[in-house]
T-cell receptor, first 115, second 114 residues
Framework: DAKTTQPTSMDCAEGRAANLPCNHS???????VYWYRQIHSQGPQYIIH???NNETNEMASLIITEDRKSSTLILPHATLRDTAVYYC????????????????FGKGTHLIIQP | EAGVTQFPSHSVIEKGQTVTLRCDPI?????LYWYRRVMGKEIKFLLH????????ESGMPNNRFLAERTGGTYSTLKVQPAELEDSGVYFC????????????FGQGTRLTVV
């Protein structure tokens, strides 16, 4: 079973920041928060991951609360191509390697970018 | 750099027949994973190879499914005999090191059993 809770769907206007929340209140100390997305008819795509510090890369930013019980994925300037199902996944791992491997996908959030 | 490639992209077979799906991981990636999404359900992990060895096959649904990775390069997933409930999209992913978050997924094979 997925250890995360996400809204079923969200809308965002094109060009605005999309903020996708995720609750993971039972997260353990050695578990990371990962985000993947699946654009229609494509395979899942890695976005970002983090442990406790906020992270940023070329795709998105990840904000993790101090108690690590929730996080927010931020797409700073959403485009129509960002319409997809976004998955927040919690699993044991590390920045470099090690830990359990199989990803547990939940239902995700269907993000719809409106023109 | 070529990504993860899967063959075929679509397959339609009759119940009771055999189908073999193939996955070519990114060159140099020792870790290879199979997932599937059955219609209306979530994406589920099937199994994980490290080179040619099965590291974790806890997600394989039953003994009608056989995965191989001879030589530690490409992998095949055979379904024999196929049942109606096997219909879905089968994804393959690869990663460079075990446990690394960034797994690269293929486009998937859509299997329809009629």
């Amino acid at each position: 079973d997925a250890k995360t809770t996400q809204p079923t769907s969200m809308d965002c206007a094109e060009g605005r920041a999309a903020n996708l929340p995720c609750n993971h209140s039972t997260i353990s100390g050695n578990e990371y928060v990962y985000w993947y997305r699946q654009i229609h008819s494509q395979g899942p795509q890695y976005i970002i991951h983090g442990l406790k510090n906020n992270e940023t890369n070329e795709m998105a930013s990840l904000i993790i609360t101090e108690d690590r019980k929730s996080s927010t994925l931020i797409l700073p300037h959403a485009t129509l191509r960002d319409t997809a199902v976004y998955y927040c996944i919690v699993r044991v791992g590390s920045l470099l390697g090690g830990g359990a491997d199989g990803l547990t996908f939940g239902k995700g959030t269907h993000l719809i970018i409106q023109p | 750099e070529a990504g993860v490639t899967q063959f075929p992209s679509h397959s339609v077979i009759e119940k009771g027949q055999t189908v073999t799906l193939r996955c070519d991981p990114i060159s140099g990636h020792d870790n290879l994973y199979w997932y599937r999404r059955v219609m209306g359900k979530e994406i589920k992990f099937l199994l994980h190879f490290v080179k040619e060895s099965k590291q974790d096959e806890s997600g394989m649904p039953n003994n009608r499914f056989l995965a191989e990775r001879t030589g530690g390069t490409y992998s095949t997933l055979k379904v024999q005999p196929a049942e109606l409930e096997d219909s879905g999209v089968y994804f393959c992913a690869s990663s460079q090191a075990q446990g690394v978050a960034r797994a690269f997924f293929g486009q998937g094979t859509r299997l329809t059993v009629v």
